[in-house]
């Protein structure tokens, strides 16, 4: 299956203003994140998509393909839908939507979602890791729940699952699940996603997922034994990224 893969990108982060252009290792965060999703080689094609112009020209300074779209989206996955749309991109059967502030991506989380799908078990495909019971009073961190088959039931800024016996919490922490920023979707299921009106669960929660977990569309987890680094969220975000960087980085610019 050829594989596009496509980084939207906003300057409408509240909890951290002008996100994809502030600095990361002495470089926009958007092309940190551009080069990490490119140097893993999990795609035919990388595309940053962006409805502005100052992010297209930090990226597009470094060599990277963008692909300019409208600016009322209302979630990361309709940006890249668009980009899926377009006559230049038609011809590929899966799309990874690798959002544009996950600059440590792991390869085994994009290798993991684009396995589910390759291998025809889902139409829809994402990542999760193990963690402790810690981030689940952490609204900001996404938590997902699964079947026994690896489908994804909901995902939540609450903390599910709920502990009602504290006899079982033992059995409850070995079930919190950390939603990973990473989507593989079949070309057809991914234009289905974004077709649905959004959804009152989505609306609520922030959460774009929801949207075709509501409507029915199968969604697997491949589930990580370990959390990676994280995405950058907010200002404590952007300085331990920077610090991580440059323990793993230290002289590259």
């Known amino acids: 299956m050829r594989t596009l893969a496509v980084i939207p990108a906003r300057l409408g982060a509240t909890r951290l203003p002008r996100k994809p252009l502030r600095l990361l290792g002495g470089e926009p965060l958007i092309v940190r994140v551009w080069q990490r999703v490119t140097d893993l080689g999990l795609a035919d094609r990388v595309v940053v998509a962006t409805d502005s112009d100052e992010i297209a020209a930090a990226v597009h300074r470094r060599g990277a393909e963008v692909a300019m779209t409208r600016p009322d989206h209302p979630s990361g996955t309709d940006r890249v839908a668009e980009v899926a749309e377009q006559n230049e991109y038609a011809s590929f059967e899966l799309v990874v939507n690798v959002q544009g502030d996950e600059p440590f991506l792991a ?80 070309r057809d299921a991914l234009l289905a996603w974004v077709r649905l009106p959004p959804h009152d669960l989505e609306r609520v929660e922030r959460l774009e997922q929801l949207r075709p977990l509501a409507a029915g569309i199968a969604m697997g987890v491949h589930v990580l034994d370990a959390p990676p680094p994280g995405g950058v969220d907010t200002e404590e975000d952007l300085l331990r990224a920077n610090a991580m960087w440059d323990d793993l980085y230290a002289g590259r610019r």
């Not at 079947?147 to 709920?162: C, T």
Request: proline letters at 8%.
């Open 107 to 186: 390869p085994e989380a994009v290798t993991g979602a684009v396995g589910l799908v390759r291998e025809r078990r889902f139409p829809l495909a994402t990542a999760a890791a193990r963690v402790g019971p810690a981030i689940l009073d952490r609204p900001e961190i996404v938590k997902v729940v699964c079947d026994d088959g690896g489908r994804a039931l909901y995902f939540s800024r609450a903390p599910i699952p709920y502990l009602r016996e504290s006899a079982d919490g033992d059995r409850r922490d070995a079930l919190v699940l950390q939603h990973v920023g990473v989507y593989a979707c079949r």
